[in-house]
C-alpha cells in the first residue's frame, strides 16, 4: 500500500494549485500591512505598542482565516461531489475513510500555513513600522493568568486558542459539507456560527439557567480565560471544562462527518 | 493465465426503499474478454457498475474482484480496477498532466515514465500540460481511458463510453479496448445501450432489464464459429434470372424470391453446394449474403421489444 502522505499531497495540490488560495494567502499579508502603515498616517504617532496593534490585528485576520478554511472545507468534500470527481477519487485502492482523513489533515495544514503567516507578517510590519520591543505594555491584564509571563509565551497561547476555534468552526463546515454535499451550505452556517457566536453567547449571559454553559457557543471564545474572565461572566466555568466541552463537540462533529462518509452511495 | 474469473458477481442486489433496483444479478467476467453489459437506460447498468467499484454499497450479496470481495476487501479489489464511471470528470483547474499525477500517487507502481507511457498511448502528448478545462469532450475521455489504465488493471470498467465521441473517436476506442484485452489480458467489462456498438466490440454481452439479467450471449470466438457452421441460416443470392435460378433450385428448403434475389435456408456446405448448382446451369452469381441474427435482434427477442419502466 502507498503511504498516506500521498492522499495529503494530493489535497495540498488542489488546494495550492488554484488561484483563490493565493489571492487568500495574499489579502492576509495586505491586511496588516495596510492596518499598521494606515493607522500611523491617520494618527501620526508611532509610539504605539508593537504587541498591542499586532494582537488587534490578530483577531481580524483570524476571522478571515477562520472563513478562508470554512471556504476550502466546504469546497473540499462537497466540491468533489458537485464536480463529479468525487467517483474518481473514491474507486482507488483506498478506505473512504482514509480519503476523508486526507482531506482533513490538509485542511489543518493550511489553517496552520496561514496562522503562521497571519503571525510573522502581524509581528514584522509592527515592529518594523513601531519599532521592537520586550515591552507587552497594556496587552496582558492583571488579571491573566499569563501575567508575569513573556510577551511571546503570550502571543503563542493567543493564537493556539484562536486555532482552537477555528478547528472547531472548520469541523463544523467540513460535516455540514460531508452531509449535505453543499457548500453553499456548509460555507454559510459555519460563517454564522462564527459570528453569531458571540452575540448568541452574549444572550446566554441574560439567563441563569445551568444548561447554557454547555453550549458549543459558550466554549468557542477561549481567549477569555487568557484575559482572566469566564466566557459567561455569571456561571462558573474553566478552561479545562471549556476544553472538555470542545473535545465532545469536536468528536460530535468528526463522527457524522466520518459516518456520512463512509456510508454514502455515490449516485449521479 | 489463470482462468479463474477475474470478476464475479453473486447474486447482487440493489434495494432502494421499497424498490429492487438491481435483483440478484449473477455473472462471471473471464481474463483477457471484453463483456459487454448491455440494457435499455434505466435498466440498472449503472448501479451495477457502481457497486463493482464501491460508490454502491449492496443491499446483499457480493462482488469478487480478482477473488478479492468488494464487500470486505475493498482496498485489494479496487486495485486491482481501473474504471471510468458516467462522463469522465476530471479537475478542471488542473492540467491533463496533473490530473494524472493526482491518480498515479493513489495507485502503487505508478511513476512518472509510465505516466509518459500512457498519456502517448492515448495520444495526448500535445495539449496534457493544458488545463483541463480547456479540453474537449473527445480529449476529456481520453484523459479518463489514461487514468484507468495507468495502473495496469486486470479489469476495465466503462459505463458508456462511447458517449459524446465522434465515430473516428468511437472506432479508436473500439480497437484500443480490443488491443488492451489480447496484448495485456485485461478484461473489459463495458455497458452501453446501443446494441450495434456492443456487437462490434464484445466477445460475450449480458443482457439486463429492469434489474434483471436475462441472457449472456456469445458474440464471437470458437462457440459461436462453429455454431454458425452447422446452423442452417437465411441466404441471399443475387443472380441475373432469379426465375431460372428458382427452376433450378426447385424443391430446395424454403426456396423463394425476395426483393428481387434468391432467397434461402441452408447451412455452410449447402450455400456450397447450392452455388455450384446455380453456376452449372448457366447463371450468373454477383453475390451471397447470408442474413446473420443481428444483436438487435436477438436484444429485441429476449426482452421482447418491452419499454422501460
Not at chain 2, 465515430?167 to 489480447?182: F, K, M, S, T, V
Request: charged letters at 20%; one cysteine or more.
Amino acid at each position: 500500500m502507498t503511504n498516506f502522505w500521498n492522499l495529503v499531497q494530493n489535497e495540498n495540490m488542489k488546494i495550492y494549485l488554484r488561484l483563490r488560495t493565493w489571492i487568500m494567502l495574499g489579502i492576509i499579508v495586505l491586511i496588516p500591512i495596510l492596518l499598521t502603515v494606515g493607522l500611523t498616517l491617520v494618527t501620526d504617532d508611532s509610539d504605539g505598542n508593537m504587541w498591542e496593534l499586532m494582537g488587534t490585528e490578530t483577531i481580524i485576520v483570524f476571522s478571515l482565516i477562520t472563513i478562508f478554511t470554512v471556504v476550502i472545507s466546504a469546497e473540499s468534500v462537497a466540491g468533489e461531489f458537485s464536480a463529479g470527481t468525487i467517483k474518481l477519487l473514491l474507486i482507488r485502492p483506498w478506505s473512504r475513510s482514509s480519503i476523508l482523513a486526507s482531506k482533513y489533515v490538509a485542511l489543518l495544514l493550511f489553517s496552520i500555513l496561514q496562522s503562521i503567516v497571519c503571525f510573522a507578517v502581524t509581528w514584522a510590519i509592527n515592529a518594523l513600522v513601531l519599532g521592537y520591543t520586550s515591552d507587552p505594555g497594556g496587552i496582558i491584564p492583571e488579571s491573566s493568568p499569563m501575567e508575569g509571563h513573556s510577551i511571546w509565551a503570550y502571543m503563542g497561547v493567543h493564537y493556539l486558542y484562536e486555532w482552537l476555534q477555528l478547528v472547531m468552526v472548520v469541523s463544523f463546515a467540513f460535516m455540514l459539507s460531508s452531509a449535505f454535499r453543499s457548500s453553499g451550505l456548509a460555507i454559510g452556517l459555519s460563517i454564522f456560527l462564527l459570528f453569531a457566536g458571540g452575540t448568541i453567547t452574549g444572550l446566554l449571559t441574560l439567563t441563569d439557567k445551568a444548561w447554557v454553559k454547555y453550549i458549543l457557543f459558550a466554549n468557542l471564545d477561549l481567549t477569555s480565560y487568557l484575559d482572566g474572565r469566564s466566557p459567561l461572566p455569571n456561571m462558573d466555568m474553566t478552561l479545562g471544562f471549556s476544553l472538555i466541552m470542545l473535545a465532545v463537540y469536536f468528536i460530535i462533529f468528526n463522527a457524522v462527518s466520518w459516518t456520512v462518509f463512509r456510508k454514502r452511495d455515490v449516485a449521479a | 493465465m489463470s482462468q479463474a474469473p477475474v470478476a464475479r458477481l453473486q447474486e447482487v442486489t440493489k434495494r432502494i426503499g421499497s424498490r429492487t433496483i438491481i435483483d440478484r444479478l449473477s455473472l462471471e467476467v473471464n481474463p483477457g474478454e471484453v463483456f459487454g453489459f448491455l440494457g435499455p437506460n434505466g435498466s440498472g447498468k449503472t448501479t451495477t457498475i457502481r457497486m463493482m467499484v464501491g460508490l454502491m454499497a449492496m443491499t446483499s450479496g457480493d462482488i469478487e474482484i480478482g477473488g478479492h470481495s468488494v464487500r470486505k476487501e475493498y482496498p485489494l479489489a479496487a486495485s486491482q480496477v481501473g474504471a471510468i464511471v458516467e462522463n469522465p470528470e476530471m479537475y478542471k483547474y488542473l492540467t491533463g498532466y496533473q490530473n494524472l499525477v493526482h491518480f498515479a500517487r493513489m495507485n502503487p507502481g505508478v511513476d512518472r515514465k509510465r505516466i509518459d507511457e500512457v498519456v502517448e498511448l492515448v495520444g495526448l502528448e500535445g495539449r496534457i500540460h493544458d488545463k483541463v478545462k480547456k479540453y474537449s469532450l473527445g480529449m476529456r475521455q481520453r484523459l479518463g481511458v489514461a487514468q484507468a489504465v495507468m495502473h495496469r488493471p486486470k479489469l476495465l470498467i466503462l459505463d458508456e463510453p462511447t458517449n459524446g465521441l465522434d465515430p473516428a473517436g468511437i472506432r479508436e476506442l473500439r480497437d484500443y479496448l480490443r488491443q488492451l484485452a489480447q496484448a495485456e489480458g485485461t478484461s473489459v467489462f463495458v455497458s452501453s445501450h446501443l446494441l450495434s456498438e456492443m456487437e462490434l466490440m464484445c466477445d460475450r454481452v449480458a443482457i439486463i432489464q429492469t434489474g434483471k439479467l436475462i441472457d449472456i450471449r456469445s458474440i464471437r470466438g470458437a462457440a459461436a464459429s462453429e455454431h454458425q457452421q452447422t446452423e442452417a441460416r437465411e441466404v441471399l443470392f443475387e443472380v441475373d434470372h432469379t426465375d431460372a435460378a428458382l427452376g433450378v433450385l426447385q424443391g430446395q428448403g424454403g426456396v423463394r424470391i425476395a426483393d428481387g434475389q434468391l432467397a434461402l435456408t441452408a447451412a455452410r456446405e449447402e450455400i456450397a453446394e447450392t452455388n455450384r448448382r446455380l453456376v452449372q446451369a448457366g447463371i450468373r452469381v454477383y453475390g451471397i449474403r447470408t442474413k446473420t441474427k443481428s444483436l438487435e435482434d436477438q436484444f429485441l427477442e429476449v426482452t421482447g421489444g418491452e419499454s422501460v419502466d
